[in-house]
């Protein structure tokens, strides 16, 4: 009895008249649960059994695997409504189409047109990977992919690997990977590619359809579809290696499980193995050197504007005030690559005006890739109007007032003049601090006079407090910050004392004092880590101690092979390293003009668990493990895909529950 005919004897019985109610609440309901009861037994009254059959293909034009094709329309047949999910993203043609494929769903059928004109001798693969399910229950097809050649034969040979990014070893989903039997460098350049795959969230590909020969594997983050490399903002994965396809008979082994701790049995399936089938590459993007100015100047705060560009240049822009006068205007803040520009107004008078005109000069990359002096007339306009500040003012002004008036009615002290805003510092101290901590002041504008005579350090020594030397500069490539450098001893107290107007920023505002307690830890609070490196010739390698959110906590340079971190707190930590080439202290990314590979970059396979007072030295072969199994996946951000369908199982459930045996049929469709 099922669910529909449950509902019309219900449906009956509710429509019977009073006596007959009552008459089925003395004699009926026991007999009629009886009834109820015994069919729950005897068959489903949820309604049986669930559809878990993916779709089945009944017939396609042209035949899948046909030969000697030349329509360009392919129809797949099944024999239950169907559709795609994420097809745009799932769906890859091959040989890559330069006019974009129309693939539809309709009904019981799929559709796909080829815009292209077909190439001679050539075999064709649709890949529709896992993007097929039944119309009702979403079960997947699987993998699928179809093939028809327009010569005498099929090429079925496959190639298949991992696109990692060569700066951290993440998976990289969705990049563009293909093959050339052009071997010739310029050909990644001029050519599109023969056939191609794309990456999935494991960062692995597969290229389907390939034909006996040697080949060239690249990877393209393919901006404007053509199937070639002509941006540098595409990221691109290239090697020299060149491969030839082959196959050969193998065995995969299916463990079937009975629950979670026992095996049921053991399936051998024969199946052709592939190969190359490990093949990795490591992708990058270029150093961006077309030069444009980003977008228009902005003011976010009146006494500064910014101007963004794509790429730095050691020649600076030259304003020129259309109504202002820009002689001695600003005081040049820039980034170290010097592609962000901030000036700030020296004078109050300007800082007050709404908009600036100006005249920008700047050079730019025009179509042919060589510089050339642009000028543009821009209105910087600020985003608050001095209008606007001035009401805002005098709202604080006027709060400000009525707090001094209520002190002076209660008898309290009371201020007559409202003092001026004082110069706020970002104080970068900790009162517990670790001994190789850097200590920084950031200064909210920048300065007019830096007074380092109104600093103090001192330190406790048996009750005593004794002036300590430090070191004060400004840092490096910075307008604002500065470095507060002292040596500072495990297990000591300190006290860092600033007096006020310490600091004067160019508009007369002056810092407040300033005390802080600084208490260093002792030793006995930190773990010291010592990794032994081999599997790289004598070069210089950069070693980075990472977090569980693989962000950079301490960076050394190894020294006799001996990478040395000290002071660390106890916890759990991770490793990274790369070859610094060029010696400059950072990761740098390639240059596929001049054949120069992105540096290469390592991670230690295992987590690095670390105990106060414990020394801990790690052998560390760089190469000792493949690459694609060296970075962790608690730190790898790029996971698999979760969408990824598969088939489910639910009668098997159902059954297990039910405490009956399931056996799946098989349907000859």
């Not at 050909?187 to 080949?215: H, N, Q, W």
């Not at 030793?523 to 010291?528: E, G, K």
Request: charged share 25%.
């Amino acid at each position: 009895m099922n669910h529909k005919e449950m509902n019309v004897m219900r449906k009956r019985i509710l429509n019977l008249g009073m006596v007959w109610k009552m008459l089925f609440a003395a004699f009926l309901i026991p007999h009629f649960s009886f009834l109820i009861s015994s069919c729950a037994r005897m068959g489903q009254p949820d309604g049986g059994w669930y559809d878990d059959d993916p779709p089945c293909i009944i017939g396609s034009t042209p035949a899948d695997g046909a030969t000697g094709v030349t329509a360009k329309k392919v129809t797949i047949l099944f024999d239950e409504y169907i559709k795609m999910t994420n097809a745009a993203e799932k769906v890859i043609v091959s040989p890559p189409q330069l006019e974009m494929p129309e693939i539809k769903e309709a009904g019981k059928k799929i559709v796909v047109e080829l815009k292209d004109s077909l190439k001679p001798n050539m075999t064709y693969t649709i890949d529709f990977s896992d993007a097929i399910t039944d119309n009702n229950e979403g079960n997947p097809l699987g993998n699928y992919t179809f093939t028809f050649s327009t010569g005498e034969q099929i090429d079925t040979f496959e190639v298949s690997g991992n696109v990692l990014d060569a700066s951290n070893l993440e998976p990289v989903k969705g990049i563009m990977v293909g093959l050339y039997d052009d071997l010739s460098d310029s050909a990644f350049k001029t050519k599109p590619l023969l056939r191609v795959s794309r990456t999935d969230g494991r960062g692995r590909f597969v290229i389907k359809g390939v034909a006996p020969g040697e080949y060239r594997v690249f990877a393209l983050q393919d901006a404007d579809g053509n199937y070639v490399f002509n941006q540098k903002s595409e990221m691109i994965a290239y090697s020299h290696q060149t491969y030839r396809p082959s196959s050969k008979p193998d065995i995969r082994q299916d463990t079937i499980w009975k629950d979670t701790l026992h095996i049921d049995n053991i399936i051998q399936t024969p199946y052709t193995h592939f190969y190359p089938d490990d093949i990795v590459l490591l992708a990058f993007q270029e150093i961006q050197t077309n030069r444009y100015l980003l977008k228009l100047p902005e003011r976010t705060e009146p006494d500064r504007f910014t101007l963004y560009f794509s790429y730095g240049n050691p020649v600076l822009p030259v304003i020129k005030g259309l109504n202002f006068n820009e002689q001695d205007a600003f005081v040049l803040e820039s980034s170290a690559k010097k592609d962000t520009l901030t000036y700030w107004l020296r004078d109050t008078t300007l800082v007050n005006q709404d908009t600036l005109r100006m005249e920008l000069s700047y050079l730019m990359t025009d179509s042919s890739g060589v510089l050339i002096t642009q000028v543009d007339t821009v209105d910087v306009l600020s985003k608050t109007s001095y209008e606007k500040r001035m009401k805002d003012r005098k709202k604080v002004i006027e709060q400000w007032e009525k707090k001094q008036e209520k002190q002076k009615k209660r008898g309290e002290p009371y201020d007559s003049i409202m003092p001026p805003d004082p110069l706020k510092v970002k104080y970068d101290v900790r009162q517990q601090m670790d001994p190789d901590y850097l200590t920084t002041f950031e200064m909210p504008a920048p300065l007019a006079r830096c007074d380092t005579s109104a600093i103090h350090l001192y330190t406790k020594i048996d009750s005593l407090w004794y002036n300590t030397p430090y070191d004060f500069h400004r840092k490096d490539s910075t307008l604002r910050i500065y470095e507060f450098i002292a040596e500072w001893q495990p297990d000591t107290e300190y006290s860092l004392e600033i007096d006020s107007a310490a600091f004067v920023d160019i508009y007369g505002k002056a810092s407040v004092a300033y005390k802080q307690g600084i208490k260093v830890h002792s030793l006995d609070d930190y773990a010291t880590l010592l990794m032994q490196l081999s599997g790289v010739s004598d070069t210089t390698v950069i070693v980075e101690l990472l977090d569980k959110s693989d962000k950079p906590l301490k960076q050394v340079k190894a020294s006799g092979g001996t990478a040395e971190f000290f002071y660390l707190s106890p916890g759990t930590y991770y490793m990274r390293a790369f070859i610094d080439r060029n010696g400059n202290g950072q990761w740098d990314t390639g240059d596929y003009d001049k054949d120069l590979q992105a540096e290469e970059v390592y991670y230690y396979p295992k987590s690095i668990e670390c105990k106060a007072k414990f020394d801990v030295t790690l052998p560390w072969n760089l190469k000792g493990t493949p690459l694609t199994r060296q970075k962790l996946g608690e730190i790898t951000k790029q996971k698999p895909d979760k969408e990824q369908q598969k088939l489910r199982n639910r009668n098997a459930e159902r059954a297990q529950q039910l405490g009956i045996e399931y056996v799946k049929k098989e349907t000859v469709k």
